[in-house]
């Protein structure tokens, strides 16, 4: 392969990745609610339709770029731009973590800001939802809110946050989704996973039983001194039997003290011998004469010290 082939190559991997990282593959609408009378307030304190878009994918995803819209097209023809809504850039608020929400309003007004959408769900009759991605080509998913969904309502999906990651495509199926109307387990949760958890029957059988919490404080009381009436009796005994150890070995060091006290008379009479012979030969080697330290020489007469033979000769005159 040659160098123009090896640049080819490599500008492709690039852009192929630029393109996967800018893709919201995973991106579905989760609930929507037509008639909002009684339920979710925006920031101006005004109630209206809205539109909840939940992220699948486990990594935080940047919606903005995408389109929202009501318009249905055929298959093979692309959607009118100028009746989408697109999420604008800059709102950090666009930037949903993995397995979240973002919720927008249908209420045409987007002056009010980034989740105010330039769309509106109209009740009593049915209402198409589709999201496109920023290509304004790939439909990321798309809805059918029933005409007859009830004032008040949402129309949610049923999936639970482990069987996400198991959508493929965008197909609408109406089997997936069911109308919500706000009771116990039909829960309305924009903003919020679809699939709430239960009550325990367990628990509610023990808050009916004690709704006063007498029985409960009394447990929780039992359990904090049981639990410190088990601790103090291990405390109890781990300190018995480290009295016992150390006991057990003060006597060992106690007795092993007897045991040198009363080897030390043999030891003294053998140092007392040592002693006395090495006294002994000391006083033998070392014997000798006192003396003065004083010297005395005595002259004794020979010819060497005499005078007359020292002197010389004088020679006799003639």
């Known amino acids: 392969m040659n160098k123009k082939g090896i640049i080819l190559f490599l500008l492709a991997v690039v852009c192929s990745i630029g393109v996967n990282a800018q893709s919201h593959k995973g991106l579905r609408i989760n609930e929507v609610m037509v008639q909002n009378?009684?339920?979710?307030?925006?920031?101006?304190?005004?109630?209206s339709a809205w539109i909840e878009l939940y992220n699948s994918t486990r990594r935080t995803m940047n919606i903005s770029s995408i389109y929202i819209t009501t318009q249905k097209v055929e298959d093979g023809q692309l959607p009118d731009r100028n009746q989408m809504y697109l999420v604008p850039r800059g709102d950090e608020r666009t930037k949903v973590k993995h397995l979240q929400a973002a919720?927008?309003?249908?209420?045409?007004?987007?002056?009010?800001?980034?989740?105010?959408?330039?769309?509106k769900l109209i009740p009593g009759q049915e209402n198409y939802i589709a999201?496109?991605?920023a290509d304004c080509i790939t439909k990321l998913d798309e809805v059918v809110v029933p005409a007859n969904l009830p004032?008040?309502?949402?129309?949610?999906?049923n999936t639970k946050i482990e069987d996400f990651c198991k959508l493929t495509g965008n197909t609408f199926d109406a089997s997936e989704w069911s109308v919500r109307n706000g009771v116990t387990g039909s829960e309305i949760t924009p903003g919020e996973n679809n699939y709430v958890i239960g009550k325990n029957d367990k628990i509610?059988?023990?808050?009916?039983?004690?709704?006063?919490?007498?029985?409960?404080?009394?447990?929780?009381?039992?359990?904090?001194?049981?639990?410190?009436?088990?601790?103090?009796?291990?405390?109890?005994?781990?300190?018995?039997?480290?009295?016992?150890?150390?006991d057990k070995k003060k006597k060992g060091k106690k007795q092993n003290q007897q045991e040198e006290v009363q080897a030390e008379p043999a030891g003294d009479a053998e140092g007392e011998v040592v002693a006395a012979i090495?006294?002994?030969?000391?006083?033998?080697?070392?014997?000798?004469?006192?003396?003065?330290?004083?010297?005395?020489?005595?002259?004794?007469?020979s010819d060497w010290n005499s005078k007359i033979a020292t002197l010389t000769e004088l020679s006799a005159r003639r």
């Open 278 to 301: 090495a006294m002994a030969l000391y006083e033998h080697l070392n014997a000798h004469d006192e003396e003065s330290n004083v010297l005395t020489f005595k002259r004794r007469h």
């Open 131 to 133: 999201v496109y991605d």
């Open 103 to 119: 919720v927008f309003f249908a209420d045409e007004q987007p002056q009010k800001g980034t989740f105010h959408t330039s769309i």
């Open 37 to 47: 009378d009684d339920n979710l307030v925006d920031e101006y304190g005004n109630r």
């Open 204 to 246: 509610e059988q023990f808050e009916k039983n004690d709704s006063h919490g007498f029985i409960l404080t009394i447990m929780a009381m039992a359990i904090v001194f049981s639990a410190l009436i088990v601790l103090s009796i291990c405390f109890f005994i781990f300190g018995t039997i480290s009295k016992r150890m150390s």
């Open 151 to 157: 004032a008040g309502c949402s129309f949610a999906r």
